[in-house]
DNA sequence: TCCTTTCCTTGACCCAGATCAAGCGCAGAG
DNA sequence: CTCTGCGCTTGATCTGGGTCAAGGAAAGGA
């Protein structure tokens, strides 16, 4: 999701502020309204899993508020986390029966959703929203292959580094701050679950998140709350080639 | 790239057996034209470069002959594969200027290759070949995740299984062979392009091909071939819950 | 208030896979 | 036919991160 983008959510439709534009930038005002019809918001309490693997899936739709993951076990138990999903950001597979993943929330979530074949429906006479779909797909695929590089040859400390500037650069984008004087995010996640979006185990994410801390590139205000003094640090810690990256 | 449509494929346009279907199952004659006319082949030799990361790209495509990488590097020169690219597999970014990934010919290439800004008007204009896209680019999101499980969460042994039994998979769709005494797949790769693919070190990836063989898991046939007598016994290596699994 | 639970940290030790190093085998060049 | 180089194998050793284990701290709940 693109900052233009992500500003004019901001400006969008009252009733559901980010979706209608998530969805498509350029609907006309007859588009909206069919749109506008069919939605229906679900919240979920945190931990709640919003939709199993392999389950027959009735619906698309986008996180309004809060956080949710996507992840995906294997039958020993080995967990991987594939996405995360933060406001904004779509879930569901027009064209697909089942889930291939887990989705859970994080946190408190709220959905705006779509039933599955009305919307697939509206998709085949509105080009606008296909072609809108397919860019966000393309985004989110080069955001799955950036992270192909974080898992396959990165080292814990650089792991680490990685998922805060990514949290920090979407957190930012949502949130509009200047961030002149460090950024400051609110992580979302647990130990564990930063262990399963990283591939590591969650001793070792605690271990790096100190070494960070003891050398100064995070600072911490209790558990959660981490403040970035030099972001430009922190890319380098990741490993980063360039400052710029691709939208998550 | 479902079965159905490689199949389809296959008995497509005469020219380019692979390619029309690929980008459009459902075209009427008109736009198949359309297509036609704007199309052109480009062979590339082994071991050449396709698309340089971060390279404008003028045209999109799809592979008809050889296999291709997509493969990410970082300034150090650690680097991790990121896709595979096999006849009929769509080449590009409808929308973008340029490439994340470098993408590099294994063997001789052919491609079938489109402008790309015709190709996008074009793509605005008929709403299937945009739907098409959107369900290749799902296809290789999917792709993608399961690929994250593979890199964060897998041992060296289950990672080289997975590996096998995806080519394996990909490559008896397009042959069409039916595999009853067991399947034997060319290895496009070579150890270290493995290594990449898998997020390990070329010895390691030597070293348990050779424990898959001494296992009686797979046989080899030169360096190259490898014949997999019992396909079942592969995706139980390769620690897969199911033996479906995604499209690749 | 204390107790329980959940999340996190830190230490000690171990092992899968990386690293370093040597050598094999085959294909193409001379 | 030998030479050379590349791809591959195998051995020896090292180490980053996993595993096991022991608490600490904060947030409810009784």
Redesign the interface.
């Given at each position: 999701m693109l900052l233009s983008d992500t500003l004019m959510a901001k400006e969008g439709c009252s009733a559901c502020p980010i979706r209608h534009r998530a969805v498509c930038a350029r609907c006309d005002s007859d588009e909206l309204s069919r749109l506008e019809e069919m939605k229906y918001y679900r919240t979920y309490e945190a931990g709640q899993h919003i939709i199993w693997s392999g389950d027959r899936m009735d619906f698309v739709g986008s996180v309004v508020k809060g956080i949710a993951t996507?992840t995906?076990t294997?039958?020993?138990g080995?967990?991987?986390m594939?996405?995360l999903l933060l406001p904004s950001d779509f879930v569901g597979?027009?064209?697909?029966e089942g889930s291939?993943?887990d989705v859970t929330a994080t946190t408190e979530v709220v959905m705006c959703c779509f039933r599955r074949k009305p919307f697939e429906r509206m998709?085949?006479e509105t080009?606008h929203v296909?072609?809108r779909?397919?860019?966000m797909?393309?985004d989110?695929?080069?955001a799955?292959?950036?992270?192909?590089?974080v898992?396959?040859?990165?080292t814990a400390r650089e792991k680490i580094a990685s998922l805060l500037s990514i949290i920090a650069r979407r957190s930012t984008l949502l949130e509009q701050q200047a961030a002149d004087d460090g950024v400051a995010i609110d992580l979302p996640l647990t130990r564990e679950a930063m262990a399963d979006y990283?591939?590591l185990t969650l001793e070792t994410v605690s271990r790096q998140v100190s070494a960070l801390k003891r050398d100064g590139v995070i600072v911490l205000d209790g558990k959660r709350r981490i403040l970035i003094p030099d972001m430009e640090r922190l890319l380098e810690e990741a490993?980063d080639?360039s400052d710029g990256g691709?939208p998550v």
């Amino acid at each position: 999701m693109l900052l233009s983008d992500t500003l004019m959510a901001k400006e969008g439709c009252s009733a559901c502020p980010i979706r209608h534009r998530a969805v498509c930038a350029r609907c006309d005002s007859d588009e909206l309204s069919r749109l506008e019809e069919m939605k229906y918001y679900r919240t979920y309490e945190a931990g709640q899993h919003i939709i199993w693997s392999g389950d027959r899936m009735d619906f698309v739709g986008s996180v309004v508020k809060g956080i949710a993951t996507l992840t995906q076990t294997m039958e020993d138990g080995r967990t991987q986390m594939v996405g995360l999903l933060l406001p904004s950001d779509f879930v569901g597979r027009p064209g697909r029966e089942g889930s291939a993943y887990d989705v859970t929330a994080t946190t408190e979530v709220v959905m705006c959703c779509f039933r599955r074949k009305p919307f697939e429906r509206m998709m085949e006479e509105t080009p606008h929203v296909a072609h809108r779909l397919l860019q966000m797909t393309l985004d989110e695929l080069d955001a799955a292959r950036e992270w192909m590089l974080v898992l396959g040859r990165k080292t814990a400390r650089e792991k680490i580094a990685s998922l805060l500037s990514i949290i920090a650069r979407r957190s930012t984008l949502l949130e509009q701050q200047a961030a002149d004087d460090g950024v400051a995010i609110d992580l979302p996640l647990t130990r564990e679950a930063m262990a399963d979006y990283l591939g590591l185990t969650l001793e070792t994410v605690s271990r790096q998140v100190s070494a960070l801390k003891r050398d100064g590139v995070i600072v911490l205000d209790g558990k959660r709350r981490i403040l970035i003094p030099d972001m430009e640090r922190l890319l380098e810690e990741a490993g980063d080639d360039s400052d710029g990256g691709l939208p998550v």
